[in-house]
């Protein structure tokens, strides 16, 4: 790292960029997926998530040290005793990019367009679950009140949207709505940067600085992004000076890169977890009669449980992934260390075949004559198809499926690795014709939304195990209403270990995510999670508001998790997330916030 008292030379020999472009100071990304809408009420794809929050802003952030609730449009709240009212003072003084005031009549707007039940509520309603009113009773004031105590107030990472631009779209045009520009005309947000150019499914976008932003200007003047078909060409557009950023790469660019003149690249923790999951029983959600063709045996949690042993985790981390990440044990990541249960040792699994083999012989699944294990009726369990994404990272999926089909023949049970591509396979899922699958997901800092996928109301929409366990219910729901962390907590440790031993998911692997900045260019960007987290894909848009060009490297040079600048010739080498221990907070969202900025899968929110 160059220190800061020679960072204003910095830029002198550095490779032409599309930061000199026209006197404009430009950071360019690179992607390798496109932006599905920029319509905040359509979007599931992780880079339209990205990029609603440079266009607009929410009523409460996260931290970047944690990704703990932070004031936003609210500066502060306030409940009542019974913890049915909560009241948000919101700034004064803000206003729209077309100059118009932004008030708290826009947020209630924007709320109550979710309460009212269209397609609104498919991304955002489980946030405003037992909402009753959403109200503005002056500029200055949000008020709602719930039917409940809400455990998860004041987490609401929504968008608000202008009501003076919305109100002209209906509930029935709202799923054709592009909220793209038009006539020259950039789209009217109130976030840090404004979008000028760019249409959902296209291969470029750009975003001009909003110069009027409530939390100042922006230290660089546009944010332009390029989709590639690939990660071998967006590496080489970083190493070529076309591009100032390269997200979501392999650990081995990461390491490929170390030594590289101008470039710095991370391995962050990544919000999310891998899993091998069960079909643990397939219905038809009106009728509750059972569809699809689960293997018997994997409706036996005993079967299930058994299987979780037969997994060498540390070897998935060593060769599936590259090194880069940590063996799975739980759906709540290490470092949400209120949330997360530990299994104790007698409970935890390791790979361990014999074990595998012992539970399975207690639960009925003797080896018969040929060596092949039966159902408890003796009749033969047949051939588990194993279903793997064909277009998961690094090969992922398929690979974990393929050493699970050797791990599991070792126990004498057949089975076939069938491939499908993601939008596929969420089609065979829901019609419940498979066995067992791998997919992940990502996890927001607050686990309901998560917690709420393996409920059994979620069975035909966010389920995708077709769990469904009274007990677990009950739990979810009181838990829901319990507003004392603490209390909580001892809640949703319960529901873990009954995930766990019931085991519709078997985690695999915590995995990371690998960036890369042209550190000759720029610097100043901070991680979430602080320390040990990513640079982009955050929750919010702190490094677009506040990284610099690497000429003004010195404002952040006393922050120590801030990125720094280098020498045009020089490497900023290689830095690692990857937890030890599970000390360090890890991003997780999110239910994007993910719900807030997660990234997801084409079909289902929060899916990796």
Not at 60 to 86: C, N, Q, R, V
Not at 111 to 129: F, M, Q
Request: net charge negative; charged share 25%.
């Amino acid at each position: 790292m160059l220190l800061a008292s020679l960072a204003p030379a910095l830029s002198l020999g550095a490779p032409p960029s599309p930061a000199a472009a026209a006197d404009k100071v430009t950071f360019t990304v690179a992607l390798t997926n496109e932006v599905d809408s920029f319509n905040p009420f359509l979007g599931i794809e992780a880079e339209s998530f990205e990029m609603w929050a440079l266009m607009y802003d929410y009523m409460i952030t996260y931290s970047m040290d944690d990704m703990s609730p932070e004031p936003g449009l609210a500066k502060s709240w306030d409940t009542s005793e019974d913890g049915l009212t909560w009241t948000f003072h919101i700034r004064d003084g803000i206003n729209w990019s077309d100059g118009e005031p932004l008030t708290a009549q826009d947020i209630a707007y924007t709320y109550n367009r979710i309460l009212d039940g269209g397609p609104e509520s498919a991304t955002w309603g489980s946030y405003l679950k037992g909402v009753t009113s959403v109200t503005a009773p002056d500029d200055t004031t949000v008020v709602l009140k719930t039917a409940k105590p809400n455990a998860v107030l004041p987490l609401l990472p929504i968008p608000i949207i202008p009501e003076h631009i919305w109100k002209d779209v209906s509930e029935k045009d709202v799923k054709t709505y592009s909220n793209e520009p038009e006539d020259g005309q950039p789209v009217v947000g109130s976030g840090p940067f404004r979008l000028v150019e760019g249409k959902a499914g296209g291969d470029s976008y750009r975003f001009e600085a909003n110069p009027d932003y409530w939390q100042g200007t922006p230290h660089i003047d546009e944010v332009a992004y390029r989709v590639y078909k690939s990660e071998d060409p967006a590496i080489a557009a970083l190493k070529k000076g076309e591009v100032d950023f390269a997200e979501a790469i392999s650990p081995i660019q990461v390491k490929a890169l170390q030594g590289e003149p101008g470039i710095t690249a991370i391995n962050g923790n990544s919000p999310s977890f891998d899993e091998i999951a069960f079909n643990t029983g397939s219905v038809d959600v009106k009728t509750g009669k059972p569809i699809g063709d689960p293997n018997p045996a994997m409706l036996d949690p005993k079967f299930r449980y058994a299987l979780g042993f037969a997994i060498d985790r540390d070897k998935l981390i060593e060769t599936v992934y590259q090194g880069a990440g940590e063996p799975g044990t739980t759906i709540i990541p290490p470092a949400y260390s209120q949330w997360r249960w530990d299994p104790p040792e007698d409970v935890a699994f390791s790979f361990d075949l014999d074990r595998a083999g012992e539970l399975l012989d207690e639960a009925g699944y003797k080896l018969g004559s040929d060596g092949l294990r039966t159902q408890p009726d003796g009749s033969p369990i047949g051939t588990l198809r194993l279903a793997a994404r064909s277009d998961s990272d690094m090969d992922a999926s398929l690979n974990t499926m393929n050493y699970f089909k050797e791990w599991l023949g070792e126990l004498g049970i057949q089975a076939r690795v069938d491939t499908y591509e993601s939008s596929k396979l969420t089609d065979v899922i829901l019609d419940g014709t498979f066995d067992m699958f791998q997919w992940g997901w990502y996890v927001e800092p607050d686990p309901q939304s998560m917690l709420s996928y393996l409920t059994c109301d979620q069975r035909g929409n966010w389920s995708d195990s077709w769990y469904c366990n009274k007990k677990y219910d009950k739990l979810f729901d009181e838990q829901s209403i319990t507003v004392d962390r603490a209390k909580r907590a001892e809640i949703v440790k319960k529901m873990q270990e009954m995930l766990y031993v019931d085991a519709p998911y078997l985690v695999t692997a915590y995995s990371t995510i690998g960036e890369a900045v042209r550190s000759d260019r720029f610097a100043c960007l901070r991680p979430q999670p602080d320390p040990g987290g990513i640079w982009l894909f955050q929750y919010g848009a702190y490094n677009y508001i506040n990284m610099r060009p690497a000429s003004e490297a010195s404002e952040c040079a006393g922050d120590k998790s801030a990125s720094q600048a280098t020498a045009a010739g020089e490497s900023g080498g290689v830095s690692t997330g990857v937890l030890v221990g599970g000390g360090i907070v890890l991003l997780a969202l999110l239910g994007a916030g993910g719900v807030a900025m997660m990234r997801r899968r084409s079909t289902t929110d929060d899916r990796e």
